[in-house]
């Protein structure tokens, strides 16, 4: 691996071809075993290369967050694309077209933007009812019977949606600090669902049962009654997973290479070239107790491993990045050397950073919108 | 302005040309009452049609952050390029490159730097000695004596290095929290980098004084004895300055237009399509003591005003972005409407969302690396 250092000379992501197809290899056996779908949510990489790991591993069906990621991926030949975000009603003539081309899932949570839908729309679209079942982001009260069946018959009324399920996204599982509580939240939230699909069952309606959060999808064993999972950003991970004990370290697939531009020995820090523009400023709670946004690894057996905990990206500037460093690892650092950083938010950084470089050299290209 | 809105399918970065028009133009007349050039730093903007801006009033040198940065901007016509970060020993050959089309200004801070530089460069490159007068970044402390003398005199040895002069980044004015201790983070900055300057006149050496951050340039009035000044995010400004009372409201020059998706009114939420790849997750403290990431905007006599503190961006996830609104502003507004947002940090904000779209419906671009 060391020699794909000397061509690197900016904030480059590296990707561990291994690790990923690890990671993949993983939830695709786990969701087999369950019998449910995977669904992989293509945010984290937005790589029609990184694509195909999956769809060589039997996946068919994905999901995006956007109507452009959407037509990305119809573009390099996917054909079953949810995209997980409520309808955005300046885009449905975009949704019509994408519809012609592959089977488009659309998530609502609106009468009025199921009308408009069906006003606007040739083609058939299928919808999921976004469901909230506790994260309360967004979606309908999983227990608000009344607007659930609104909007339900909404969709069996209309000429262009065909009501395939409820969906949900479990985002409180990211703050819930234990596997324990993550386990806790899955049940909740499955317990619900299952109570929605009842009472549609009662008014005539079949539905599928969607959800999908890498916590949950990675600590649980057994889903249950549910149709498909979504998990993103298990093909990578980050330290934010790593801390809700989502994946071990060495399922971390993703590191940026970052050149040191100083070196400051009074404090014992590094500055790296590497800053908000690459990682984002997503933060997390470091050795100190303090917010850092990246610790550091080392390079180790033909991939990385993590420093101790005493190497932390404290402060991120647009460009510049400051390491707080033990004195083991100042001392044998020096201007133009490369670190390593592990990132808080693989997702946020892949998107910044817009390519990666694999271990053995390849550059991996990303959607570019 | 209201017939623009009609085309935006996505979060959308507007631009009030006659407020960029208006801050360029007050830097100006304020650099050229205290006699000072005005470098400004184009990592804000990032677009040579914004730059033509700054060219049409005078402007003949700048910053960047980058080595991409520079090449893009040397492309578009300008000679005399600043770049302010430390030499990454990784990018030599290409600033070589870039010496023999334009002047270019080096940031150095090591010996061994300052030996590297001159032993890989064939052009001439111009060196500003980088001083920590207080923000503790990165940059020779200014009261290092001995490492600023050495430093200088391997410039003054090398071939290919010419010391111009010494530079500094008062970072720490962005933390200070009130116009008054701005003014005296200036005054000790210009203090401590006069005292460095005549240690070095002291050894023989002649140098210029470089400051600049835009709370310092925008709130300080006399600049004293200085030679130029950098200030970047004055031409936007955004909710972080407003804060630092570097700026008024009035003279926020970019909001982002995000389409309204879903609403919840049990608990006064709107969810626009805008989220942590548009923003970056840069935060301040809103109204109730929380962290924001941006505030809502109206549209009034053309361009934008804020609306009272009650409407704010209290989370963002990927797309997603949660506004808690007042029940006013919940009453008028529906799924398929634009929200405008006053970003946290202008800069960032630009950098994800790449173009921008004058009230008068021109599309602008921004540099892709």
Same mark, same amino acid.
């Given at each position: 691996?060391?020699?794909?250092?000397?061509?690197?000379e900016?904030p480059? *992501?590296?990707? %561990?071809?291994?690790?990923?197809?690890r990671? #993949?290899?993983?939830? $695709?056996a =786990?969701a087999d075993?369950?019998?449910?779908v995977?669904r992989?949510?293509f945010?984290t990489?937005?790589?029609a290369?990184?694509?195909?790991w999956?769809r060589?591993?039997g996946?068919?069906?994905?999901t995006?967050s956007?109507?452009?990621?959407?037509e990305y991926?119809?573009?390099?030949?996917?054909?079953d694309?949810?995209?997980?975000?409520?309808?955005?009603?300046?885009?449905?003539?975009r949704?019509?077209?994408?519809a012609r081309?592959?089977?488009?899932?659309s998530l609502?949570?609106s009468?009025?933007v199921v009308r408009?839908?069906?006003?606007?729309?040739?083609e058939?679209?299928?919808?999921?009812l976004?469901i909230d079942a506790?994260?309360?982001r967004?979606? *309908?009260?999983w %227990?608000?019977?009344a607007?659930?069946a609104? #909007?339900?018959?909404a $969709?069996? =009324?209309?000429?262009?949606?065909?009501?395939r399920?409820?969906?949900?996204?479990?985002?409180?599982t990211?703050?819930?600090g234990?596997?324990?509580?993550?386990?806790a939240?899955?049940?909740?939230?499955l317990?619900?669902?299952?109570?929605?699909?009842?009472?549609?069952?009662?008014?005539?309606?079949?539905?599928?049962?969607?959800?999908?959060?890498t916590?949950?999808?990675?600590?649980?064993?057994?889903?249950?009654?549910?149709?498909?999972i979504r998990?993103?950003?298990?093909?990578?991970?980050?330290?934010?997973?790593?801390?809700?004990?989502?994946?071990?370290?060495e399922?971390i697939?993703?590191?940026?290479?970052?050149?040191?531009?100083?070196?400051?020995?009074?404090?014992?820090?590094?500055i790296?070239y590497?800053?908000a523009i690459?990682?984002s400023k997503?933060?997390?709670l470091?050795?100190k107790g303090?917010?850092?946004y990246?610790?550091i690894?080392?390079?180790?057996?033909g991939?990385?491993?993590s420093t101790?905990?005493?190497n932390?990206?404290i402060?991120?500037?647009?460009?510049?990045?400051i390491?707080?460093?033990t004195?083991?690892?100042?001392?044998?650092?020096?201007?133009?050397?490369i670190l390593?950083?592990?990132?808080?938010?693989?997702?946020?950084?892949?998107n910044?950073?817009?390519r990666?470089?694999?271990?053995?050299?390849?550059?991996?290209?990303?959607?570019k919108?």
């Amino acid at each position: 691996m060391d020699n794909i250092l000397y061509q690197i000379e900016k904030p480059t *992501l590296l990707l %561990d071809r291994k690790r990923v197809k690890r990671n #993949i290899d993983r939830m $695709v056996a =786990k969701a087999d075993r369950n019998g449910v779908v995977l669904r992989p949510h293509f945010k984290t990489h937005q790589s029609a290369e990184i694509a195909v790991w999956f769809r060589d591993r039997g996946v068919e069906a994905i999901t995006v967050s956007s109507v452009e990621m959407a037509e990305y991926f119809i573009d390099n030949g996917w054909h079953d694309v949810t995209i997980a975000f409520p309808v955005n009603l300046r885009q449905i003539s975009r949704l019509n077209v994408l519809a012609r081309r592959a089977r488009i899932n659309s998530l609502v949570e609106s009468e009025m933007v199921v009308r408009c839908m069906d006003d606007t729309l040739d083609e058939n679209v299928a919808a999921w009812l976004k469901i909230d079942a506790g994260y309360h982001r967004t979606g *309908l009260p999983w %227990d608000d019977d009344a607007s659930i069946a609104k #909007i339900a018959l909404a $969709v069996r =009324k209309s000429e262009h949606l065909q009501l395939r399920g409820i969906l949900t996204h479990a985002g409180h599982t990211y703050g819930s600090g234990s596997p324990e509580h993550i386990r806790a939240i899955y049940s909740q939230v499955l317990n619900r669902m299952k109570t929605v699909k009842r009472k549609l069952k009662s008014m005539g309606m079949e539905v599928g049962i969607s959800v999908g959060d890498t916590p949950g999808c990675s600590i649980v064993d057994d889903f249950g009654d549910v149709d498909e999972i979504r998990p993103g950003n298990f093909v990578f991970f980050d330290l934010s997973q790593l801390a809700f004990g989502s994946c071990r370290l060495e399922d971390i697939a993703v590191a940026v290479a970052c050149p040191v531009v100083a070196m400051h020995a009074d404090r014992k820090q590094i500055i790296i070239y590497g800053g908000a523009i690459h990682f984002s400023k997503e933060s997390m709670l470091g050795s100190k107790g303090q917010a850092i946004y990246g610790q550091i690894a080392t390079f180790e057996s033909g991939s990385w491993s993590s420093t101790s905990d005493g190497n932390e990206v404290i402060s991120l500037s647009q460009e510049h990045g400051i390491v707080q460093v033990t004195d083991s690892l100042f001392e044998r650092t020096k201007v133009g050397d490369i670190l390593l950083v592990l990132p808080i938010h693989s997702c946020l950084t892949a998107n910044l950073l817009g390519r990666y470089l694999t271990l053995d050299g390849e550059v991996i290209e990303m959607a570019k919108y």
